[in-house]
């Protein structure tokens, strides 16, 4: 009971520090004037259906700012329904399409373009964007004004109900966003503090870009994640409520992390907090929600009213009110629309909805119907290859199959088959344990992974099945790459000693 009374004071000295800040109303500039005009990379990333892709290009075509002073990268990770030969035929766009048999995510996309840029010296910040946002005229003129404040920053991302309405339980999560986003990232982005990064749209500078290293980003606690490696070389992620990003509802992220994988991170670095922004993050990573207080501050004042304490009933009462009275302010500060306030007091039935949802035996027996009743995402390929035992060469056929993701192969010869017993993230990994398996039998696949002139051209995917062909034959011309695929057979192979490793 002790370490409980200490845990929930903590925290209400940290919520009225809060509320204390939020009192003194931020001052508006007016003239968001830099002395210079930094040299911004707008990076655009686009998987899936991309139906406004064109349309944020277009806004960001007419931008304000110096069009001489940033440059537009599209990443098109196996897009649905945008044409590359239109963007490409746009000479003020840059694309790079990766189609693969699956989406090589954000994280690597963004970590190809830094790589790509590293060694430009005139290049100041880059400016990541994902498809579905718009943004005002003046938006990259507002995000080079604060570059000069912080390092790295997010803005604040809106959503426009169309032509749908919300439901009631969106309502109330639209309404504990916009409570945290007004008055808790702004407050501790006020205060020095970091933010939880948002990689739907975020500005960092290059040169912390290039110190950090490359991104993790998978999911939200990879965020949190990353944030806690930010803050380990002292960086804040700042919030700027000033700088705005506008998404449609359908595609508005509550941006609500996992209680239970925070308090996991939580655990893991509680130890290892090298500076107080590191020490202040992870114990941020541990505040509980206002229900949670109530509960923990009505056991505390029952317990003291019972039993001795070595805190008298009458502090812990006035404590509790005084968080209360915080509570209240905080409420005022966040400026919420009327109705807001009344889905916000929903909100804590919300989350114990959600902690049941995610109990772990309920989730156990949920993820075992769904195991038994989710269809597969399954996608095949036939492609003819030669197998050789070294005196004669048989025709075969190789099926490569992803299974909702997971890579495997099925060697087909006169009817007969052979499926590979693993699952494997890259098709280049499936190939292999083919090629080792017909290698026990004394057969040689003859395929462009197993020659000897292959050479992999690693292009940030998955499954890197791309690569280029050595093969100095008779009328190639110097210098000409040849592309090819792992899978791809032709007369001039020869066998290599080891199979080439990617």
């Known amino acids: 009971m002790i370490f409980l009374y200490i845990y929930i004071t903590v925290f209400t000295i940290y919520f009225i ?40 290009i277009k806004q960001l075509k007419n931008q304000t700012y110096p069009k001489q002073n940033y440059t537009i990268y599209t990443i098109l990770d196996k897009c649905e329904n945008i044409s590359e030969v239109t963007l490409q035929s746009d000479l003020n766009v840059n694309v790079i399409n990766i189609n693969n048999m699956e989406p090589v995510g954000k994280s690597q996309a963004y970590s190809i373009i830094a790589e790509k840029l590293h060694d430009i010296k005139d290049l100041d910040a880059y400016v990541f964007l994902d498809s579905n946002n718009y943004v005002d005229s003046d938006f990259l003129a507002n995000a080079n004004f604060y570059l000069t404040k912080y390092d790295v920053f997010n803005p604040m991302v809106n959503y426009f109900p169309q032509n749908e309405k919300l439901t009631f339980w969106e309502n109330v999560k639209s309404a504990y966003s916009r409570y945290c986003s007004k008055f808790i990232y702004s407050t501790r982005t006020r205060l020095g503090l970091t933010n939880i990064i948002n990689t739907n749209s975020f500005v960092i500078k290059k040169t912390l870009l290039n110190r950090i290293g490359s991104f993790e980003f998978q999911d939200l606690i990879s965020e949190v994640q990353y944030t806690l490696k930010l803050a380990k070389e002292r960086i804040s992620v700042a919030f700027v409520d000033d700088l705005k990003v506008y998404t449609s509802i359908e595609n508005f992220d509550y941006r609500i992390p996992s209680l239970s994988k925070r308090m996991n991170i939580f655990w893991a670095n509680l130890t290892q907090t090298p500076n107080f922004t590191t020490q202040e993050f992870v114990f941020s990573l541990a505040a509980p929600n206002w229900l949670t207080c109530v509960l923990v501050y009505l056991l505390i004042l029952r317990h003291a009213y019972v039993f001795p304490f070595w805190v008298g009933y009458s502090t812990i009462l006035i404590t509790f009110i005084v968080l209360t009275i915080a509570f209240c302010v905080s409420l005022l500060n966040a400026k919420l629309y009327s109705k807001e306030y009344l889905y916000l007091f929903v909100y804590p039935l919300l989350s114990i909805a959600k902690m049941s949802h995610n109990f772990p035996p309920v989730r156990g027996i949920r993820n075992i119907i769904k195991a038994t009743t989710r269809k597969h995402n399954i996608e095949k390929m036939v492609t003819n290859v030669i197998v ?103 007369p001039r192979f020869e066998e290599q000693n080891v199979v080439n490793l990617f």
């Open 17 to 56: 520090i809060l509320a204390a800040a939020s009192m003194k109303s931020a001052r508006k500039i007016r003239d968001k004037y830099t002395p210079k005009d930094a040299n911004l990379c707008v990076v655009i990333y686009a998987t899936g259906k991309t139906d406004t892709l064109e349309n944020l």
């Open 388 to 490: 050789t035992d070294g005196v004669r060469d048989y025709a075969c056929q190789l099926e490569l199959i992803s299974d909702d993701g997971l890579a495997r192969v099925r060697f087909i010869n006169k009817g007969k088959t052979y499926t590979t017993k693993n699952n494997h993230l890259r098709m280049v990994d499936a190939l292999k344990e083919l090629t080792t398996k017909l290698s026990d039998y004394g057969l040689t696949l003859k395929i462009c992974q197993c020659c000897k002139y292959f050479q992999p051209v690693v292009d940030g995917s998955t499954n890197m099945i791309k690569g280029c062909c050595n093969c100095q034959f008779q009328g190639r011309t110097p210098g000409d790459i040849i592309p090819t695929l792992v899978w791809n057979t032709c």
